[in-house]
Nanobody, 130 residues
């Protein structure tokens, strides 16, 4: 069982930056083997993939809409995952969710599909004003 708690959301102006964080905890302590991802959901829309990072931290995946602007990072010692968001746009406004998925193979790319993630946080609101 994995618990996830997001923080760091807020209101920023277009072009500014924001970093959201996610604290992960697991029964037994370590989160070894879990890929961590970020998804977002705007009002009236589906929950969409944003970025993910493999448990080793070596492989990352990004949605095309955020490539070059967002960076996902993880600190396995602290059981934290971060999403650094730069050059924010109004269309980035959404609730951002952290998610965890147990990976079967070391070195594999992290999953990008919502249904591959069984563990979710409660979300943190990010609003980008124009």
């Amino acid at each position: 069982q994995v618990q996830l708690v997001e923080s760091g959301g807020g209101v920023v102006q277009t072009g500014n930056f924001l970093r959201v964080s996610c604290k992960a905890s697991a029964s037994g302590g370590a989160l070894g083997g879990y890929a961590l991802g970020w998804f977002r959901q705007a009002p009236g829309k589906e929950r969409d993939f944003v970025a993910a990072i493999a448990w080793s931290g070596g492989r990352t995946m990004y949605d095309d809409s955020v490539k070059g602007r967002f960076t996902i990072l993880r600190d396995n010692e602290a059981n934290m995952v971060y999403l650094q968001m730069n050059s924010l746009k109004p269309e980035d406004t959404a609730v951002y969710y952290c998610a965890a998925s147990l990976q079967k193979y070391f070195g594999a790319s992290p999953p990008v599909k919502r249904y591959d993630y069984p563990y979710w946080g409660q979300g943190t609101q990010v609003t980008v004003s124009s």
